[in-house]
């Protein structure tokens, strides 16, 4: 069987899986929130990461119906968390630019989270500047849509893109994420950490919350405390994690 029809029973078959990466507030080091990161579990084997399979959905158009369970399967678990005692967090979903080449695309959304039970501003959808190529206008109408129904919206993979910075005028965001690979050579590397700092600064001047990735180590987490980021996620911390073990880190609700 080739790859896109193993991918389709994937899907009837329950195959994929949700793990989540916690976000902590880099002040606190309190988790925040968590990210979810789509794995699959094949049958005869071990867990595929995405980038084995998620080029195939986009191309075949399947990520449509896979990108609709992982943000069912997202907000059947914050309610989950949340009938478990657990504190309330927030949860991002990642989107792909496929899926917002539909105008189906804010319906689906209503839909899933109005039946889901889970307060719309718990969920923050992030996107990348590569969705932002072609069609604006569309696309940020498409971004008001998923705003009017109280979602939260991140541009992910900050600063790695090929758009102008001018579209930050233009996008409904909420949070700015700050690309892992600035944090490769960090300390070799003045001008990752130019570029770090640069990026914390605009993203406050615009009112975003500011998101570190990749945050690997306390050196790491001491420049972001001093700078003023946000929040953090990283190998520091902890790896995107299945659910039985994230819910251990979970604190009770008060
Ligand atoms: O978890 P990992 O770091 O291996 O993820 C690799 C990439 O796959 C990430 O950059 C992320 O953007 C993408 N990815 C993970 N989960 C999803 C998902 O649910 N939907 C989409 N579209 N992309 C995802
Ligand atoms: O593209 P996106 O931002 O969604 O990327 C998330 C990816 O980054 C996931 O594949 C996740 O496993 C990976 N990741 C998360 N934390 C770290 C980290 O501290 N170091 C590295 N190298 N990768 C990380
Ligand atoms: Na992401």
Redesign the pocket.
Known sequence: LGLEARLRRALDRDELILFY?PQLDVQTNTITGV?A?LRWQAHDGGIIPPDKFIPLAEETGLIVQIGEWVLHRACKQLKAWQQAGKAAIGMSV?MSPVQFQSREMPAIFKRVVGSSGIDPCQLTI?VTEGMLLEDLDAKIALMKGLKDLGLKLSI??FGTGYSSLSYLRKLPLDEL?ID?SFFIDFFEDTKSRALVSSMIFLSHNLNLLTVA????TEAQLRFLQKGGCDLY????FS??LPNDKLIELLSPED
């Open positions: 990466q990210e990161l990642n992030e992910d993979d994420k892992r990735e990749g945050v690997e996620q990283g190998y520091l790896r995107p």
